[in-house]
C-alpha cells in the first residue's frame, strides 16, 4: 500500500460551496485524518483564511498544488467540472447523484483510468450505521417483500433551490435515490423496475412525487413512495419481509430493528464514511462508480405515467 497519503494530507478543493458542503463535507474533513481544505471554488461563496475561486477553471489554474477535488455543485454542472479536474491531474468525488445522465459516468470512469486518477462517486446512504447489518441479516434470509416510504418536505430540505426542479435536478428523486442506493446495496439479487407513476407539477421540470414498483428474478414485491409534500413527521424508512421476521430500517438507514427489537442505533457517520474510503482509494490507485441508483432512476423517467398536478411554489 502507498503510505505517502497517510503522511501528507491530500490538498482537497470544495467546488461548490452550499448546504452540503457547509452541513456534512467541511465537519467531515475535519474530522478525518489525511484532507486538507487548500481552495474553494464557488461563484458566491467563500471560506475564511482558504483561497478562493469564482470557477473550478480558474481554481484549477490558480492553486495548481491542489491533489483533490469535491464536487458539491448540482448534478446539471458535475461532469464538465469533473473532466476538467481530471484532465488536470486531480482525484475527484462527486456528491450523489454522480450526474445529470446515465452515460456520463463512463467516459468521467476512463478518464480516471487513463490519468491513474480516483474518481469516487459517492452515495452517502451508503455509509448510514445500519446499512451493512441489513445487507449481512439478508444476506441469509428469503425476502418477502420491502416497501420504502421516503417522504420530506422539499420546502424545510432544499429551500431556494430552483435547480433541484430543473431538467437534470431530479426533483423528488434527488432524495429518493438515496433509498435506492441502500435497496441496491443490502438486496442479495438486482432489482428491476416493473411500473411509475410521476406526479409533476404544471410548473415544474421535475416530479414532486413517485409511486414506483420494482421486482427480482424471484419475483419480489419491492414498493416505494416518494414525496416532497411530506409536512409534520417525515419518513425515511425500508422495510423488508423476510421469512426471519420484519427488518426496518429508518431515519435514512442510521436505525435498524428487527420485529421491534433495536439492532443498530447509529449516529450520523455518512460523511466521514465518505472521506475514509475517498482516502483508502486514493491510496490504492483506485476508483469506485456504481451507477445503479442513476440507472434506476433513468428508468422510471423511461417507463414512468406522468401525471400533472398543482403547481409548486416555493
Ligand atoms: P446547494 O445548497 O444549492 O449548493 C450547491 C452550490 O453549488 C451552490 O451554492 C452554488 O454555489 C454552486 N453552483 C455551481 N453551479 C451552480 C448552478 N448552475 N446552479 C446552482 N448552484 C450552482 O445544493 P446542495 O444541497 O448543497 O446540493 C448539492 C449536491 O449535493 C446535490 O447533488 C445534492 O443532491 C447533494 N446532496 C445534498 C444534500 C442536502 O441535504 N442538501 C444531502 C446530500 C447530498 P455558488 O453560487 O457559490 O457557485
Given at each position: 500500500?502507498?503510505?505517502?497519503?497517510?503522511?501528507?494530507?491530500?490538498?482537497?478543493?470544495?467546488?461548490?460551496?452550499?448546504k452540503i458542503?457547509?452541513d456534512q463535507?467541511?465537519?467531515?474533513?475535519?474530522?478525518?485524518?489525511?484532507?486538507?481544505?487548500?481552495?474553494?471554488?464557488?461563484?458566491?461563496?467563500?471560506?475564511?483564511?482558504?483561497?478562493?475561486?469564482?470557477?473550478?477553471?480558474?481554481?484549477?489554474?490558480?492553486?495548481?498544488?491542489?491533489?483533490?477535488?469535491?464536487?458539491?455543485?448540482?448534478p446539471?454542472?458535475?461532469?464538465?467540472?469533473?473532466?476538467?479536474?481530471?484532465?488536470?491531474?486531480?482525484?475527484?468525488?462527486l456528491e450523489k447523484p454522480p450526474?445529470?445522465?446515465?452515460?456520463?459516468?463512463?467516459?468521467?470512469?476512463?478518464?480516471?483510468?487513463?490519468?491513474?486518477?480516483?474518481?469516487?462517486a459517492t452515495w452517502h446512504s451508503r455509509f448510514a450505521a445500519a446499512v451493512?447489518?441489513a445487507?449481512?441479516?439478508?444476506?441469509?434470509?428469503?425476502?418477502?417483500?420491502v416497501?420504502i416510504t421516503w417522504k420530506e418536505d422539499v420546502?424545510?430540505w432544499h429551500?431556494?433551490?430552483?435547480?433541484i426542479?430543473?431538467?437534470?435536478g431530479l426533483g423528488v428523486f434527488d432524495p429518493g435515490i438515496n433509498a435506492l442506493s441502500i435497496l441496491t446495496r443490502i438486496l442479495?439479487?438486482?432489482v428491476?423496475?416493473?411500473?411509475?407513476?410521476?406526479?409533476?407539477?404544471?410548473?415544474?421540470?421535475?416530479?414532486?412525487?413517485a409511486?414506483l414498483?420494482?421486482?427480482?428474478?424471484?419475483?419480489?414485491?419491492?414498493?416505494a413512495e416518494f414525496d416532497f409534500?411530506q409536512?409534520?413527521?417525515q419518513s425515511w424508512d425500508i422495510?423488508?419481509?423476510?421469512?426471519?421476521?420484519?427488518?426496518?430500517l429508518s431515519h435514512g438507514g442510521a436505525k435498524?430493528?428487527?420485529?421491534?427489537?433495536?439492532?443498530?442505533?447509529g449516529?450520523d457517520a455518512e460523511y466521514?464514511g465518505i472521506?475514509?474510503?475517498?482516502?483508502?482509494?486514493?491510496?490504492?490507485?483506485?476508483?469506485?462508480?456504481d451507477v445503479l441508483p442513476l440507472s434506476l432512476v433513468?428508468?422510471a423517467?423511461?417507463?414512468?405515467?406522468?401525471?400533472?398536478?398543482?403547481?409548486?411554489?416555493?
Amino acid at each position: 500500500m502507498d503510505t505517502t497519503a497517510e503522511k501528507t494530507p491530500v490538498r482537497l478543493a470544495i467546488v461548490g460551496l452550499g448546504k452540503i458542503a457547509r452541513d456534512q463535507h467541511l465537519p467531515a474533513i475535519a474530522a478525518v485524518p489525511g484532507f486538507t481544505v487548500a481552495a474553494v471554488a464557488s461563484r458566491n461563496a467563500a471560506l475564511d483564511g482558504v483561497p478562493h475561486f469564482p470557477t473550478i477553471e480558474e481554481m484549477l489554474e490558480g492553486a495548481p498544488d491542489v491533489d483533490a477535488v469535491a464536487l458539491c455543485t448540482p448534478p446539471q454542472v458535475r461532469r464538465a467540472q469533473a473532466a476538467a479536474a481530471l484532465a488536470a491531474g486531480k482525484h475527484v468525488l462527486l456528491e450523489k447523484p454522480p450526474g445529470a445522465t446515465v452515460g456520463e459516468l463512463a467516459p468521467l470512469a476512463a478518464a480516471a483510468a487513463a490519468g491513474g486518477r480516483t474518481l469516487f462517486a459517492t452515495w452517502h446512504s451508503r455509509f448510514a450505521a445500519a446499512v451493512e447489518p441489513a445487507r449481512a441479516f439478508l444476506a441469509e434470509r428469503a425476502i418477502r417483500s420491502v416497501t420504502i416510504t421516503w417522504k420530506e418536505d422539499v420546502r424545510v430540505w432544499h429551500p431556494g433551490q430552483g435547480w433541484i426542479w430543473e431538467p437534470g435536478g431530479l426533483g423528488v428523486f434527488d432524495p429518493g435515490i438515496n433509498a435506492l442506493s441502500i435497496l441496491t446495496r443490502i438486496l442479495p439479487r438486482p432489482v428491476f423496475l416493473t411500473a411509475a407513476d410521476l406526479s409533476f407539477p404544471a410548473n415544474r421540470q421535475a416530479p414532486i412525487a413517485a409511486d414506483l414498483d420494482f421486482t427480482d428474478e424471484a419475483g419480489t414485491s419491492i414498493r416505494a413512495e416518494f414525496d416532497f409534500r411530506q409536512t409534520g413527521p417525515q419518513s425515511w424508512d425500508i422495510r423488508v419481509e423476510t421469512d426471519g421476521g420484519m427488518l426496518t430500517l429508518s431515519h435514512g438507514g442510521a436505525k435498524l430493528d428487527h420485529d421491534g427489537r433495536t439492532l443498530v442505533d447509529g449516529t450520523d457517520a455518512e460523511y466521514t464514511g465518505i472521506y475514509r474510503h475517498f482516502a483508502g482509494l486514493i491510496a490504492r490507485g483506485a476508483s469506485d462508480v456504481d451507477v445503479l441508483p442513476l440507472s434506476l432512476v433513468a428508468d422510471a423517467f423511461l417507463l414512468g405515467r406522468r401525471r400533472t398536478v398543482e403547481p409548486f411554489e416555493d
